[in-house]
Each structure stands twice: as structure tokens, then as C-alpha cells.
């Protein structure tokens, strides 16, 4: 899928389980929690959701150094890490043709 030798490769990655994690929390660990009294999903999900949306900031920022991106690019990055969808769009519009300078 992506090549975990570049920087960019890393960031994709990191960026797709990212988004699939807050795509699960919000769908169906927040149902699971407020309709069918399971916390427990929340928790969990919660929990890698967590961990990946960091592994994806320290990613994002490293390839922002390794790829002299500018301010502005970087910011959108990082924000489509706390929209529904974004690490998607990021990918989609943003990193997919990029070349990697790694």
C-alpha cells in the first residue's frame, strides 16, 4: 500500500489508520457507548485512536521538515487530522503525487 522507506510512505500510513480510527470511534464505538450502554468500546477505540492521531502529528511535522513544506501546507495537514474524513482528503489532494526527498 504505502512504502514505509520514505517519510511521505510513513506519514500515508499512519494518516490511513488514523482516519479509519476516528472513523470507527465516532460511528461505532460513540453508538455502541450511547445507544447500547458499552463503554468499553469508546475505551478501547479511544484509546489506538489516541495513539495513531500522535504517530500521525510527529509524522506529519517530520515530513514537513524532510519535505520543506510551508507553513501553510503543513497546517492543512494537521487538520484534516481532526476532521471526519480528512486524513483521506489529505491524501487524496495533498500528498498522493507528491515526491518523497527521502
Given at each position: 500500500?504505502?512504502?514505509?522507506?520514505?517519510?511521505?510512505?510513513?506519514?500515508?500510513?499512519?494518516?490511513?489508520?488514523?482516519?479509519?480510527?476516528?472513523?470507527?470511534?465516532?460511528?461505532?464505538?460513540?453508538?455502541?457507548?450511547?445507544?447500547?450502554?458499552?463503554?468499553?468500546?469508546?475505551?478501547?477505540?479511544?484509546?489506538?485512536?489516541?495513539?495513531?492521531?500522535?504517530?500521525?502529528?510527529?509524522?506529519?511535522?517530520?515530513?514537513?521538515?524532510?519535505?520543506?513544506?510551508a507553513m501553510?501546507?503543513?497546517?492543512?495537514?494537521?487538520?484534516?487530522?481532526?476532521?471526519?474524513?480528512?486524513?483521506?482528503?489529505?491524501?487524496?489532494?495533498?500528498?498522493?503525487?507528491?515526491?518523497?526527498?527521502?
Open positions: 500500500m504505502h512504502s514505509l522507506k520514505t517519510t511521505l510512505g510513513r506519514l500515508r500510513l499512519v494518516g490511513w489508520w488514523e482516519g479509519l480510527s476516528f472513523l470507527l470511534l465516532l460511528f461505532v464505538a460513540m453508538p455502541l457507548k450511547y445507544f447500547a450502554d458499552q463503554p468499553l468500546a469508546v475505551r478501547v477505540v479511544g484509546m489506538a485512536h489516541g495513539v495513531l492521531f500522535v504517530l500521525f502529528v510527529l509524522a506529519a511535522v517530520h515530513a514537513a521538515v524532510v519535505q520543506g513544506w501553510k501546507r503543513t497546517a492543512l495537514v494537521l487538520l484534516g487530522s481532526v476532521l471526519p474524513f480528512g486524513p483521506f482528503v489529505i491524501d487524496a489532494k495533498l500528498l498522493r503525487g507528491e515526491t518523497p526527498r527521502d
